[in-house]
């Protein structure tokens, strides 16, 4: 059982920067990728930002050259630095992992948090 914990989220003005955090909690072996996805209302959800094999990473069209994904040093922890925010921007944040468990020999466990909410005024 891996549990994810979101933090950062809030209401700031178009133009402003927020900064997501995500913890991955259990009995985690590896990290395969660790990212970002989001939703807007009466929209569906759609990949952000993810990192795979700790150093690769992949953005939305709509986000690149304004967020910026990181991994935590020796932490299982991903970050998402947003800059630049617009107001369709505004969504539902969820946090997104895929690890290997045990010691190694365990299965890959996908695992979501609970979301976060950003919200950009305009």
């Known amino acids: 059982q891996v549990q994810l914990v979101e933090s950062g989220g809030g209401l700031v003005q178009a133009g402003g920067s927020l900064r997501l955090s995500c913890a991955a909690y259990g009995t985690i072996f590896s990290i395969n990728a660790m990212g970002w996805y989001r939703q807007a209302p009466g929209k569906q959800r759609e990949l952000v930002a993810v990192?795979?094999?700790?150093?690769?990473?992949n953005y939305a069209e709509s986000v690149k050259g304004r967020f910026t994904i990181s991994r935590g040093n020796g932490a299982n922890t991903v970050y998402l630095q947003m800059n630049s925010l617009k107001p369709e921007d505004t969504a539902v944040y969820s946090c997104?992992?895929?690890?290997?468990?045990?010691?190694?020999?365990?299965?890959?466990?996908?695992?979501w948090g609970k979301g976060t909410l950003v919200t950009v005024s305009s």
């Open positions: 997104y992992s895929n690890v290997k468990t045990g010691s190694g020999s365990g299965p890959n466990i996908s695992s």
């Open positions: 990192v795979t094999g700790g150093t690769n990473t």
